[in-house]
């Protein structure tokens, strides 16, 4: 199947700093990424879409301008978490989309990145 | 609003012991239901995508069948590698996951 990486793994920071993380799909074109959280014991919840060359699409309830998301490229979308408080610490996942024909889609996922704010 | 409902929230079998994971789902109109495999830490891994009622698909020990209001997850002869947590999806709405863990 096709790789999606995500960078870094881990990150540990400070109240109040910003992190960046990186989604690449390594062997196909994604039009469209996806940035999920997922807290312990509970499924992914969609956070935003992301379609290359455009804005992002965010899902009700999160803040846009405290996840910014980049897609500057068909092969790399970015969150970055800015003014990170406790209660982001969360495990984030972005997925892209790659399309198959007569309108099917496979969704590839990341290996996602453990954020813990201090 | 889309729903899904996965049963049970968690299994344990023997390895060997054949079982299903469900997924019911209610939405407004289906544009493929999804599932995942998803293990600890990681982010899920892509299974299988069905589209219509009726369709299956199979890849090693799993088989996934959908119907118009739920899909299920057969495991045939399930090996302590199949432990992991199962999450099925419709579009960008995810179950909670069936923890399955095989027992050796």
């Known amino acids: 199947g096709a790789v999606v990486s995500q960078h870094p793994s881990r990150v540990i920071c400070k109240s109040g700093t910003s992190v960046k993380i990186e989604c690449r799909s390594l062997d196909f074109q994604a039009t469209t990424m996806f940035w999920y959280r997922q807290f312990p014991k509970q499924s992914l919840m969609l956070m935003a879409t992301?379609?290359?060359?455009?804005?992002?699409?965010?899902e009700q309830g999160v803040e846009k301008d405290k996840f910014l998301i980049n897609h500057a490229s068909l092969t790399l979308s970015t969150l970055t978490v800015t003014s990170a408080h406790p209660e982001d610490s969360s495990f984030y996942i972005c997925?892209?989309?790659?399309?198959?024909?007569?309108?099917?889609?496979?969704?590839?996922f990341g290996p996602g990145t453990r954020l813990t704010v201090t | 609003e889309d729903q899904v409902t996965q049963s049970p929230e968690a299994l344990r079998l023997q390895e060997g012991e054949s079982s299903s994971l469900n997924c019911s789902y209610t939405?407004?109109?289906?544009?493929?239901l999804f599932w995942y495999r998803q293990d600890p830490g990681k982010g899920p891994e892509f299974l299988f995508t069905l589209y219509s009622a009726g369709e299956e698909k199979e890849k090693e020990r799993l088989k996934a069948t959908l119907t118009k209001k739920e899909s299920f997850l057969h495991i045939t002869a399930p090996k302590p590698e199949d432990s992991a947590t199962y999450l099925c999806?419709?579009?960008?709405?995810f179950g909670i996951g069936t923890k399955l863990q095989v027992i050796p």
């Open positions: 999806a419709v579009g960008q709405t």
């Open positions: 939405v407004s109109g289906l544009r493929g």
């Open positions: 997925s892209a989309r790659a399309s198959g024909i007569r309108g099917t889609y496979e969704q590839y």
């Open positions: 992301s379609n290359e060359g455009s804005k992002a699409t965010y």
